[in-house]
């Protein structure tokens, strides 16, 4: 059965880094959008970051760009997030997801309803 699996959440000060890995089985990850999205408590899921599955282009929420980085790693059918300078208002639970993203992904890969598949999320806390 189609599994993604994140993991790579800790605590860390602000200012600190992070890497969130997303391990998927049963499917291609090349042919899927893959995005990270983050929820805090008492708020609504939020699309941060998505890569591409037809030439690995990258979308980013305003808030995290310049310090977080979406990559794939096809060879290991994984995707990874790479969080640089973090600050409390990145804390949250972090979601891997996988979806056939409707056209244009530049105006759609925010969107929760365009994800197929997610993993059960990864903790992320930062906080002195």
């Known amino acids: 059965q189609v599994q993604l699996v994140e993991s790579g959440g800790d605590l860390v000060q602000p200012g600190g880094s992070l890497r969130l890995s997303c391990a998927a089985s049963?499917?291609?990850?090349?042919?899927?959008?893959i995005a990270w999205f983050r929820q805090a408590p008492g708020k609504e899921r939020e699309g941060i970051a998505a890569i591409a599955m037809h030439d690995d282009s990258t979308y980013y929420v305003d808030s995290v760009k310049g310090r977080f980085t979406i990559s794939r790693d096809s060879a290991n059918n994984a995707g990874y997030l790479q969080m640089n300078v973090l600050d409390s208002g990145d804390t949250g639970v972090y979601y891997c997801?996988?979806?056939?993203?409707?056209?244009?992904?530049?105006?759609?890969?925010?969107?929760?309803?365009?994800?197929?598949?997610w993993g059960q999320g990864t903790q992320v806390t930062v906080s002195r």
């Open positions: 049963a499917i291609d990850f090349d042919y899927y959008v």
């Open positions: 997801a996988a979806g056939s993203v409707d056209w244009p992904i530049a105006s759609m890969w925010h969107i929760v309803t365009e994800y197929t598949y």
